[in-house]
């Protein structure tokens, strides 16, 4: 596999084959961060239900812990056929296995900088650039706007340090002569919409 490299002004994270290796290794730490949620029992549906005659679908949700689409199919399942069973749902084939699921978690931690179709095109997966964001989504990773600042170097210092030395004498008629301001704008190297992978 060809090297994969994502500058980000000065720093860079450099994905091969060896860290893809080390992926495999680390996918056991990502197991426990992929297990579903346990199916609604009998009991907790019925439950919904007699919460349905007085509560709006959200306010079971938060009471419940249930995701609000989970309350919906259920008060809509008994609305429709008077039962509380889940209503049925379609069978789509999930486009990845669990394992390539721990590999995209594993992907993202090791670089949060990559995007969802360096990510893909990585590990090689053949599945739409939007699928590896709902894979993340689902572990609760979301995609953030990175915090960026531009660090002092040596030349900078030295940069102030002259000022300070030329203005050292300065009276306040001179000062008179300056304006202060407190917005500036300066062009940088970095990519002001770069983004990052974090636990939400």
């Given at each position: 596999?060809?090297?994969?490299?994502?500058?980000?002004?000065?720093?860079a994270?450099t994905?091969?084959?060896?860290n893809?290796?080390?992926?495999?290794?680390?996918?056991?730490?990502?197991?426990?961060?992929?297990?579903?949620?346990?199916?609604?029992?009998?009991?907790?549906?019925?439950?919904?239900v007699h919460?349905?005659?007085?509560?709006?679908?959200?306010?079971?949700?938060?009471?419940?812990?249930?995701?609000?689409?989970t309350?919906?199919?259920?008060?809509?399942a008994?609305?429709?056929d008077?039962?509380?069973?889940?209503?049925?749902?379609?069978?789509?084939?999930?486009?990845?296995?669990?394992?390539e699921?721990?590999?995209?978690?594993?992907?993202?931690?090791?670089?949060?900088?990559?995007?969802?179709?360096?990510?893909?095109?990585?590990?090689k997966?053949?599945?739409?650039a939007?699928?590896i964001?709902?894979?993340?989504?689902?572990?609760?990773?979301?995609?953030?706007?990175?915090?960026?600042?531009?660090?002092?170097?040596?030349?900078?210092?030295?940069?102030r340090?002259e000022?300070?030395?030329?203005?050292?004498?300065?009276?306040?008629?001179?000062?008179?002569?300056?304006?202060?301001?407190?917005?500036?704008?300066?062009?940088?190297?970095?990519?002001p919409?770069a983004?990052?992978?974090?636990?939400?």
């Amino acid at each position: 596999m060809q090297p994969h490299r994502y500058a980000y002004g000065k720093r860079a994270a450099t994905m091969t084959s060896t860290n893809v290796h080390m992926l495999r290794e680390k996918k056991d730490s990502f197991r426990k961060l992929l297990k579903m949620a346990p199916r609604v029992t009998l009991q907790q549906r019925e439950a919904i239900v007699h919460m349905g005659r007085t509560m709006s679908q959200r306010a079971i949700s938060a009471a419940t812990g249930r995701p609000l689409p989970t309350v919906n199919r259920i008060l809509r399942a008994f609305q429709e056929d008077s039962h509380p069973q889940d209503a049925v749902r379609g069978e789509q084939q999930r486009p990845t296995t669990h394992e390539e699921d721990l590999f995209i978690v594993a992907a993202a931690v090791d670089a949060p900088f990559l995007s969802g179709k360096e990510i893909r095109d990585l590990l090689k997966l053949k599945v739409s650039a939007q699928t590896i964001p709902r894979r993340l989504h689902d572990v609760d990773m979301k995609s953030g706007i990175a915090a960026q600042k531009t660090l002092l170097e040596r030349s900078h210092r030295e940069q102030r340090m002259e000022l300070a030395s030329v203005v050292e004498d300065w009276t306040a008629e001179n000062w008179r002569c300056v304006i202060f301001s407190d917005e500036a704008s300066f062009g940088t190297c970095l990519d002001p919409q770069a983004r990052v992978w974090r636990p939400d």
